[in-house]
């Protein structure tokens, strides 16, 4: 992280700071082909996965400690799963001729390695932070004193709550790949911007840098 830190505090352009599982890159539907070849099924009936990843033939819930057991065997084995959000590669190349961009993943840190080789494959060769703690903190420490504008995309409402209140100046969009579980996510906040697709948050944050210019 420091080296990132380093490299914006020489950087007047604007910062756009992306989580990646279910924004950057799909999580849901490759984790649902991963749990299909271990005998399960993630089922769209709440916001959440615990007791909605059951097994296919008994129709029973995992239990929590499966569930974590299959999210650690997604994770390790990504390479073979994960794959880009539609249109984020090329809007993201696009914002980046005119402003910063660090991925900021909630995962933990060791999975940090076959990640970032997931990530270059892909020619997505952005700076990223893998952490398990808080966004906000992390964020508000990205974007620094230097007085440039900031963006903030996720999926999940806690990480947006959680930028608000540490980088308040910092514009928030709600992004999320998977259509049957953002229909059901909470709605992040009057104050959280709700992009449609990837064109459409590339549309919002370059009016946010047109109107702040």
């Avoid at 033939?57 to 390479?79: C, H, I, M, N, T």
């Amino acid at each position: 992280m420091n080296a990132i830190l380093s490299t914006l505090d020489a950087s007047r352009r604007p910062l756009v700071i992306c989580d990646i599982d279910e924004v950057v890159l799909e999580f849901i539907d490759p984790l649902q082909d991963f749990l299909q070849s271990v005998d399960h099924r993630l089922h769209a009936d709440s916001y959440r996965l615990a007791g909605n990843i059951r097994g296919i033939k008994d129709g029973l819930p995992a239990s929590r400690e499966q569930v974590e057991e299959y999210q650690e065997a997604f994770f390790a084995a990504q390479q073979r799963w994960q794959r880009p959000a539609r249109d984020a590669k090329r809007v993201l190349d696009a914002l980046a001729q005119k402003a910063d961009i660090v991925f900021l993943t909630a995962m933990p840190p060791r999975h940090q390695t076959p990640r970032r080789a997931l990530l270059d494959s892909l020619s997505l060769h952005y700076p990223m932070i893998a952490t398990e703690d808080a966004k906000g903190p992390i964020a508000a420490r990205l974007i620094g004193n230097r007085g440039v504008q900031a963006v903030f995309i996720d999926d999940i409402h806690t990480n947006h709550h959680s930028v608000r209140e540490f980088a308040p100046g910092c514009m928030l969009i709600s992004l999320m790949a998977s259509q049957a579980f953002r229909a059901l996510a909470p709605h992040p906040g009057e104050d959280v911007a709700v992009a449609k697709d990837w064109t459409h948050a590339g549309e919002l944050v370059e009016a946010h840098f047109s109107r702040n210019a």
